[in-house]
């Protein structure tokens, strides 16, 4: 961890009830103050309403902002969307507002960029 400065983390969420955001936030916590490590991409892939909702998505946010990321510059989040003709957008919706609403203090930090973006994959 003395020398790793860069991490890129991908993941398909398949039952975000069962276990939102596969655990990246404990994981990230237990590696906050012992790395040298500069920036952050995370990439989430799901289609599960559930993934949405809830504080899994301000958990980051904290783990982010929570002193002991010594060299962190950077954070960037990548959320890709399956939907199917049907979907009426609400999930899309309610992710593409995320930054407002579970990512305060890293969309608005001055120590640490923050990038964001959501795309979605028609099925």
């Known amino acids: 961890m003395?020398?790793?400065?860069?991490?890129v983390m991908t993941t398909y969420v398949i039952d975000a009830a069962d276990y939102p955001?596969?655990?990246?936030?404990?994981?990230?916590?237990?590696?906050r103050s012992n790395n040298v490590i500069e920036s952050i991409t995370i990439e989430i892939e799901f289609d599960d309403l559930s993934c949405s909702q809830?504080?899994?998505?301000?958990?980051?946010?904290?783990?982010?902002?929570t002193p002991g990321w010594f060299a962190l510059k950077r954070v960037s989040l990548a959320i890709k969307v399956y939907r199917d003709s049907g979907d009426s957008g609400e999930l899309e919706a309610t992710l593409r507002n995320l930054p407002e609403t579970?990512?305060?203090?890293?969309?608005?930090?001055?120590a640490v960029s923050?990038?964001?973006?959501?795309?979605?994959?028609?099925?």
């Open 2 to 7: 003395q020398t790793l400065k860069h991490i």
């Open 21 to 31: 955001l596969a655990g990246i936030s404990s994981d990230l916590e237990d590696i």
């Open 54 to 65: 809830g504080d899994a998505w301000g958990r980051l946010d904290e783990v982010f902002t």
């Open 102 to 110: 579970q990512f305060p203090r890293l969309s608005t930090s001055n």
């Open 114 to 123: 923050f990038g964001f973006k959501v795309s979605t994959i028609w099925i």
